[in-house]
């Protein structure tokens, strides 16, 4: 059963760090694109960042310079770590793995096949 597990959100005041961590079982997904995605309250899913099996890297322009995307695939672990952040950068963020294209940072949310249940980051201003 292919499984994506997230983790490390939390209440951060404006300007302070979060590292959210992304566990994935079930595939190997070092072989996979692991993409970052958002939803606030009221608001669509967002692209957020994206790392290809190959390590390239993409992000939105919104947290460009605050937000890095890794993966370790000994762990079969992605990351996101969030630094500076914003109180708009309230959401709940999405860990998902696109299996189809892994030579691709894609940005787009139908091109994800494997997705986990979210984890709350919430910034005070």
């Known amino acids: 059963q292919v499984q994506l597990v997230e983790s490390g959100g939390g209440l951060v005041q404006a300007g302070g760090s979060l590292r959210l961590s992304c566990a994935a079982s079930?595939?190997?997904?070092?072989?996979?694109?692991m993409g970052w995605f958002r939803q606030a309250p009221g608001k669509e899913r967002e692209f957020v960042a994206a790392?290809?099996?190959?390590?390239?890297?993409t992000y939105v322009d919104s947290v460009k310079g605050r937000f890095t995307i890794s993966r370790d695939n000994a762990k079969g672990t992605v990351y996101l770590q969030m630094n500076s952040l914003k109180p708009e950068d309230t959401a709940v963020y999405y860990c998902?793995?696109?299996?189809?294209?892994?030579?691709?940072?894609?940005?787009?949310?139908?091109?994800?096949?494997?997705w986990g249940q979210g984890t709350q980051v919430t910034v005070s201003s």
């Open positions: 079930g595939r190997t997904f070092s072989l996979d694109t």
């Open positions: 998902a793995a696109d299996t189809a294209t892994p030579w691709v940072a894609g940005t787009t949310a139908e091109g994800y096949d494997y």
């Open positions: 790392i290809s099996w190959g390590g390239s890297s």
